[in-house]
């Protein structure tokens, strides 16, 4: 039972990267922008974190370095793909280029850095409950920060004026442009708190669910949280259902390893990749669904002046 219990444990601290970052991607999203950079976000963040983390010995600063280098990131893709309408895709990817070769240089002294030493979180009395314990209530907070994040998410989305005012941009930046509202600015500030959701999930990465740095060490995260925004049909609490269901996928790899289950290492590696095209090609066999779901104008470009 301690076995499940531990399994349980690290699919929440797994699934919580790809619900942040997943989450911060379905605001860009919602607001009818796609942006393929959060790989490289996620890595710049990785690094920003860690080694303000290994220099302040405060892992709260770090959190606040990976939050401001993602928001960075995200606000200069942000002005290229809203002001000066370069395209949407080509300018992500550009994104997540950049951000694994600025990370993987500017990480390389610290390689070796150690972290201090990590403390120990447990909710009182509630930690001490057999199996329920050990799995759910010994979580670093930025565990049930993801949790709250859904919620404040769906209340802001669709109880509050300026979510409705953020979905209409997405749906229909014409029409809001139409009644004043300055979808351009909006999207900006959608796309920077994206960003800085995404950069939050990599110091979350290099400090807690690791913890260490290593180039190349967000290993495709980035990309599934992308996955996640399709497979969760831009609803914040299906991005986290979807978010624990890959971080399951991954961290079953390492339990069957530790039973002694007699699978190659790298099949068991390419799980969580392979259960993500799986669910992607089951969700676009039904593309009329997709598109009730999916903003009007997601990925397309709005020119206030035409």
Same mark, same amino acid.
């Given at each position: 039972?301690?076995?499940?219990?531990?399994? &349980?444990?690290?699919?929440?601290?797994?699934?919580?990267?790809?619900?942040?970052?997943?989450?911060?991607?379905l605001?860009?999203?919602?607001?009818?922008?796609?942006n &393929? @950079?959060?790989?490289?976000?996620? &890595?710049?963040?990785?690094?920003?974190?860690?080694?303000?983390?290994?220099?302040? @010995?405060?892992d709260?600063?770090?959190?606040?370095?990976?939050?401001?280098?993602?928001?960075?990131?995200?606000?200069? !893709?942000?002005?290229?793909?809203i002001?000066?309408?370069?395209n949407?895709?080509?300018?992500?990817?550009?994104?997540?280029?950049? @951000?694994?070769? !600025?990370?993987?240089?500017?990480?390389?002294?610290?390689?070796?850095?150690?972290l201090?030493?990590?403390?120990?979180?447990?909710?009182?009395?509630?930690?001490?409950?057999p199996?329920?314990?050990?799995?759910? !209530?010994?979580?670093?907070p930025?565990?049930y920060?993801?949790?709250? &994040?859904?919620?404040?998410?769906?209340?802001f989305?669709?109880?509050?004026?300026a979510?409705?005012?953020?979905? /209409?941009?997405?749906?229909?930046?014409?029409?809001?442009?139409a009644?004043?509202?300055?979808?351009?600015?909006?999207?900006?500030a959608?796309?920077?708190?994206?960003?800085?959701?995404?950069?939050?999930?990599?110091?979350?990465?290099?400090?807690?669910?690791?913890?260490?740095w290593?180039?190349?060490?967000?290993?495709?995260?980035?990309?599934?949280?992308?996955?996640?925004?399709t497979?969760?049909?831009?609803r914040?609490?299906?991005?986290?259902?979807?978010?624990?269901? !890959?971080?399951?996928?991954?961290?079953?790899?390492?339990?069957?390893?530790?039973?002694?289950?007699?699978?190659?290492?790298?099949?068991?590696?390419?799980?969580?990749?392979?259960a993500?095209?799986?669910?992607?090609?089951?969700? /676009?066999?039904n593309?009329?669904?997709?598109?009730i779901?999916m903003?009007?104008?997601?990925g397309?470009?709005?020119?206030?002046?035409?």
């Amino acid at each position: 039972m301690e076995s499940y219990a531990l399994l &349980l444990a690290a699919t929440l601290n797994a699934g919580t990267v790809l619900a942040i970052a997943a989450l911060g991607l379905l605001i860009n999203e919602k607001a009818g922008v796609v942006n &393929l @950079g959060a790989e490289g976000m996620l &890595l710049c963040a990785a690094i920003a974190g860690f080694a303000t983390g290994v220099n302040t @010995g405060s892992d709260w600063l770090g959190f606040l370095a990976g939050i401001g280098a993602g928001a960075l990131l995200a606000g200069i !893709f942000g002005v290229l793909v809203i002001w000066l309408n370069t395209n949407q895709y080509a300018t992500g990817l550009a994104l997540s280029l950049f @951000g694994a070769g !600025f990370s993987a240089f500017a990480g390389i002294r610290y390689v070796q850095e150690k972290l201090p030493e990590r403390p120990r979180f447990a909710i009182p009395v509630l930690a001490d409950i057999p199996f329920i314990g050990p799995a759910l !209530f010994r979580q670093h907070p930025m565990v049930y920060f993801a949790m709250a &994040l859904v919620f404040g998410l769906v209340w802001f989305l669709y109880r509050s004026r300026a979510g409705l005012v953020l979905r /209409s941009v997405g749906e229909s930046p014409e029409s809001a442009h139409a009644l004043g509202y300055p979808v351009r600015r909006i999207r900006l500030a959608a796309v920077v708190a994206g960003g800085g959701l995404c950069g939050l999930a990599g110091a979350y990465i290099s400090l807690v669910y690791t913890p260490l740095w290593v180039e190349g060490m967000v290993a495709g995260k980035g990309w599934i949280a992308l996955a996640l925004t399709t497979f969760a049909t831009w609803r914040p609490a299906r991005v986290l259902l979807g978010a624990y269901l !890959f971080g399951g996928v991954t961290m079953l790899q390492f339990h069957l390893q530790g039973v002694g289950v007699d699978v190659p290492s790298q099949f068991l590696s390419m799980l969580p990749y392979v259960a993500t095209i799986v669910v992607l090609a089951l969700i /676009s066999r039904n593309p009329a669904w997709i598109r009730i779901n999916m903003p009007a104008s997601l990925g397309k470009p709005f020119y206030p002046g035409g």
